[in-house]
């Protein structure tokens, strides 16, 4: 394993297409984590999956967003009718269950224009 | 929401220079993580200090923490130009950890060779 790969890299779209990433974490991690980014703020938590059970959700998920991680190892995020307000970093993570530190990809980075 | 503030937003020194950077947070903690980025790009996890530890060192990098004032602070020493980032501390309040993060804002630290 290299690390934690996120596609695509770069998004642009415009305002009300669906989009979906792709995030494959380290095979040895269950736990795998959707943070997002905006310029200049920290990242804010959306969602962690166990395996391919979906744990928590953050309410900046809204109905729009959803994640999945079927077979417990790559997981997608895809937001349907794309608003302005999410262009963001998109930044995916992955850990084992009750081991500290987190490895994160290089995130997707998304402009809706 | 983010949960710590990073102070000071941001710091310039001289390479060679020691840098120090604080974290405050509201909430009881099991862990506390600190974490690089590099513009654009993922973060990196530097360190981990648990809630019943005081300090911990990890190569140029020392950590403390001081659960009963809510902080934290990240020294680095001999700093080198390949430090210029952005350092954000992110504390795991859940009661097993691992299960999610919360971010300060950052320090945006840039080394002057």
């Known amino acids: 394993d290299t690390g934690v790969s996120q596609d695509p890299r770069h998004k642009i779209t415009k305002r009300g297409q669906n989009v979906t990433f792709r995030c494959d974490p380290i095979?040895?991690?269950?736990?795998l984590y959707w943070y997002r980014q905006t310029l200049g703020q920290g990242p804010e938590f959306l969602t962690y999956f166990q395996n391919e059970a979906q744990l928590e959700k953050s309410r900046l998920l809204s109905d729009r967003f959803s994640a999945e991680r079927p077979k417990g190892s790559f997981s997608t995020l895809e937001i349907q009718r794309t608003e302005q307000g999410d262009s963001a970093m998109y930044l995916c993570?992955?850990?084992?269950?009750?081991?500290?530190?987190?490895?994160f990809g290089s995130g997707t980075r998304l402009t809706v224009v | 929401s983010q949960q710590g503030e990073e102070d000071p937003q941001a710091l310039s020194i001289q390479e060679g220079e020691n840098a120090t950077m604080n974290c405050s947070y509201k909430?009881?903690?099991?862990?506390l993580q600190w974490y690089r980025q590099n513009s654009g790009r993922g973060l990196v996890h530097l360190i981990l200090i648990r809630s019943n530890e005081r300090e911990k060192h990890s190569g140029r990098l020392r950590v403390t923490l001081d659960t009963s004032k809510k902080s934290s602070s990240l020294l680095i020493t001999a700093s080198r130009a390949a430090d210029t980032a952005s350092y954000f501390c992110a504390t795991d309040a859940t009661n097993f950890g691992n299960e999610k993060l919360t971010f300060g804002t950052g320090t945006r630290l840039t080394i002057i060779p």
């Open positions: 993570a992955s850990s084992l269950a009750g081991a500290g530190g987190y490895t």
């Open positions: 909430t009881s903690i099991n862990n």
């Open positions: 095979s040895e991690h269950n736990r």
